[in-house]
């Protein structure tokens, strides 16, 4: 990830987020994700709350994660966020979280549209917030 505008957060383990296993749940790791992506936004100089604010939400359009090594309670947990595609309509992110020997646990991306508070409707990103699709697309993976 040379010269790709990248956010790191450190994850806060506790030992309410393991299973019987001792790990890590799996489904804490999309938490993760949205520490890792607000993360990105806010190192931007932007937040969801202004986009609430003016009248729009950001959901979850496409979730995909992949494990490849179990956190345990205990562990140092980073997740990295960057931009991966941005075409005016969607946003991916992408992520990986490492855990405190810099191996990586999981890999993933998320897809985000942007609706019209009051019904929901899609919205196009690079007319509602121009300014932010502008920092993404300079930003995005290349």
């Given at each position: 990830m040379e010269n790709l505008f990248t956010s790191t957060r450190e994850i806060q383990l506790y030992y309410a987020d393991t299973d019987m296993m001792g790990v890590i749940y799996h489904a804490n790791y999309l938490k993760f994700f949205e520490l890792g992506r607000t993360g990105l936004i806010e190192d931007l100089g932007y937040n969801y709350l202004s986009m609430e604010e003016a009248g729009f939400y950001s959901p979850v359009y496409d979730i995909?994660?992949?494990?490849k090594?179990?956190?345990?309670?205990g562990d140092k947990g980073f997740v990295k966020t960057w931009v991966e595609l941005?075409?005016?309509i969607k946003s991916v992110y992408g992520y990986t979280i490492l855990n405190g020997d810099d191996e990586i646990c999981a890999e993933g991306?998320?897809?985000?549209i942007i609706v019209k508070k009051e019904n929901f409707r899609p919205t196009s990103f690079k007319k509602a917030f121009p300014e932010w699709?502008?920092?993404?697309e300079e930003i995005k993976k290349k």
């Open positions: 995909q994660i992949t494990y090594k179990p956190l345990r309670y941005n075409d005016g991306k998320s897809t985000h699709y502008l920092k993404y």
